[in-house]
């Protein structure tokens, strides 16, 4: 069975920093991209970024780059979201994401709030 | 970017009745590989979003076959033949053909 736990969301002031972490099984991890994508309270779903299967590309949204880091360890099946210089509105409910065309499974997703 | 738009954005249905949904994108999204990238997800309240659709007309796995996609190019449709009480929730389509990834703005499907 596919799983996708996401973790480390939480409260954050302005400015400030988080690092969300996607922890994978019940797949050949390797050889599959992940994916992040967020979705603020009450609004729509939102890409933020992609990474391929070796970690050697990752893609984002405008809105984040520059300001957030994708990346991968093989090795322990995780996928990381760094976020830097954070804003009112980044946030949102982060969903890690399976596959690179086509997003076949989800997971959960981690709450971040960023505020005064 | 490729702008995804979604109609309508409410849909109130009577259970029991066919229920169509409508995904626009402002380009073509076949790829170069010849596949064209469209998904369709079901978010249910307080759920993540749940992949139903994907290239235009495939149902993914465990996806009742009261569920089923069709169109091509720029044009897409989702439909559900008979709506059920759990069909509740905001249907998004996506491309999945070019980056930036793109979602429709979701329409909310109730039951009348």
């Known amino acids: 069975e596919v799983q996708l736990l996401e973790s480390g969301g939480g409260l954050v002031r302005p400015g400030g920093s988080l690092r969300l972490s996607c922890a994978a099984s019940g797949f050949p991890f390797t050889t599959h991209a992940m994916n992040w994508v967020r979705q603020a309270p009450g609004k729509g779903l939102e890409w933020v970024s992609t990474?391929?299967?070796?970690?050697?590309?990752?893609y984002y949204a405008d809105s984040v780059k520059g300001r957030f880091t994708i990346s991968r360890d093989n090795s322990k099946n995780t996928v990381d979201l760094q976020m830097n210089s954070l804003r009112a509105e980044d946030s949102a409910l982060y969903y890690c994401?399976?596959?690179?065309?086509?997003?076949?499974?989800w997971g959960q997703g981690a709450l971040v709030t960023v505020s005064s | 970017d490729i702008v995804m738009t979604q109609t309508p954005l409410s849909s109130p249905v009577t259970l029991g009745q066919p229920a169509s949904f409508s995904c626009r994108s402002s380009q073509s999204l076949v790829h170069s590989d010849g596949n064209t990238y469209l998904s369709w997800f079901q978010q249910r309240p307080g759920q993540p979003p749940r992949l139903l659709i994907y290239k235009i007309s495939n149902r993914f796995s465990g996806v009742p076959d009261r569920f089923s996609g069709s169109g091509a190019g720029t044009d897409f449709t989702l439909k559900i033949s008979r709506v059920e009480p759990e069909d509740v929730g905001v249907y998004y389509c996506?491309?999945?053909?070019?980056?930036?990834?793109?979602f429709g703005q979701g329409t909310k499907l109730e039951i009348k």
């Open positions: 994401a399976k596959a690179f065309t086509v997003f076949d499974y």
């Open positions: 990474i391929s299967s070796t970690g050697s590309a990752a």
């Open positions: 996506m491309q999945g053909t070019q980056i930036p990834r793109t």
